[in-house]
């Protein structure tokens, strides 16, 4: 895939996202893996304890955002005494490139892994031409 579809804008392990109420809130970058072929790009975000219900996407001009916040189940009746989840929010943006029709992107989940997939807009798409004898 050219480097130029999709970007990663962020480079660590954990962003720091700035909100007027809460002050900084910390989150992390989720694991991605990014696919081309001829029609588009399928991007592939693992964000286990997300639930379909806490993930929010959003595209603005050629940026596109993901985010979700993780949801801890614990068992009725007991309390958590220690968990590895210390960062319960992911947060990752992308530049999109202007090959790709952002108005259609499609999003599902299963299994903790965010699936999208964003086509490419009609002029970037290959065609074939017929030849005619003539």
């Known amino acids: 895939?050219?480097?130029?579809?999709?970007?990663?804008?962020?480079?660590?392990?954990?962003?720091?996202?700035?909100?007027?109420?809460?002050?900084?809130?910390?989150?992390?970058?989720?694991?991605?893996?990014?696919?081309?072929?001829?029609?588009?790009?399928?991007?592939?975000?693992?964000?286990p304890g997300v639930p379909k219900e806490q993930l929010e996407l959003k595209v603005e001009g050629d940026a596109l955002l993901i985010e979700g916040s993780v949801q801890s189940r614990t068992p009725e009746g007991l309390e958590a005494v220690y968990a590895e989840v210390r960062v319960p929010r992911y947060r990752r943006s992308f530049t999109l490139s202007r090959e790709l029709d952002s108005t259609r992107i499609e999003a599902s989940m299963k299994d903790g892994v965010l699936r999208l997939r964003i086509p490419k807009a009609a002029h970037a798409q290959p065609r074939r031409i017929e030849v005619t004898a003539g």
């Open 1 to 47: 895939m050219s480097d130029d579809k999709v970007v990663a804008t962020s480079a660590t392990q954990q962003a720091t996202q700035q909100t007027p109420q809460d002050g900084p809130q910390r989150a992390v970058l989720p694991a991605v893996d990014v696919f081309e072929d001829a029609s588009g790009i399928t991007l592939l975000a693992d964000m």
